[in-house]
């Protein structure tokens, strides 16, 4: 990479860490290692990202975030229902991520094991307004705690699932990975139904109160 003098936004921190990848075949494993490609200083690095965890997390956030400023140019989306815009939010962000298929590729086999990787995508991610909906009567009392919104977290999840698929997807034009989101949004929406949730919760409050009265 050539030598730069300016100093380093977040988005040019991204940019170099992807270049690195494309440059030399495998991914920057420390802070040293893209400060030696960027020419950059410790200091400047520091001022964006706390170590090189952070940046890997922020890099996956950012193709979120680049998603949600598509929809947010839409004036219909509003006027769709959640599970539409759940669709449209998936849609835009598969075709946000297709520009860097390969980088992805290589990202995730390094990082699909580390616990460490995976609950600062989460975090991060849980910052974002990703949450077509409430679930009415449906808070578990252990998300609360955590200040996680249930509705979020689902949806967050279920992104992440269709990237893995689609990064492993080789049919034609990715036409699994159409038929894959639609099949699991069909299913989430069902399972996520509020009337279904409330008939599991009174089924869980008879099961618990016969047990117990069986076994007292």
Sequence with gaps: MAKRTKKFNAKDWIKAYKEHLLQYGELAKDIKTLLHFTDQ????FKTHFEDIELLESAIVCSY?????????KDKNFNELS???Q???????????????????ESMQQDKIKDPGFIFNVQKKLNKLNI????????????LEKL??????????????TCILF?????????????????KTTDL???????????SMLDLGKFMYSRSKASFS
């Design 41 to 44: 200083h410790f200091v400047d």
């Design 64 to 72: 979120f975030e680049e998603s949600l400023k598509v929809l947010a």
């Design 82 to 84: 959640s599970k539409e």
């Design 86 to 104: 759940h669709l449209a939010f998936l849609y835009v962000l598969m075709e946000v991520i297709s520009n860097d298929e390969i980088f992805l």
């Design 131 to 142: 949450n077509w909906g409430e679930i009415e009567g449906w808070k578990p009392e252990i």
């Design 147 to 160: 200040n996680l919104n249930p509705k979020q977290s689902v949806y967050v999840n279920h992104a992440i």
């Design 166 to 182: 689609y990064l492993k997807d080789k049919s034609e034009e990715k036409q699994d990975t159409d038929a894959f989101i639609e």
């Design 188 to 198: 989430l929406f069902k399972l996520s139904d509020t009337s279904t949730l409330n």
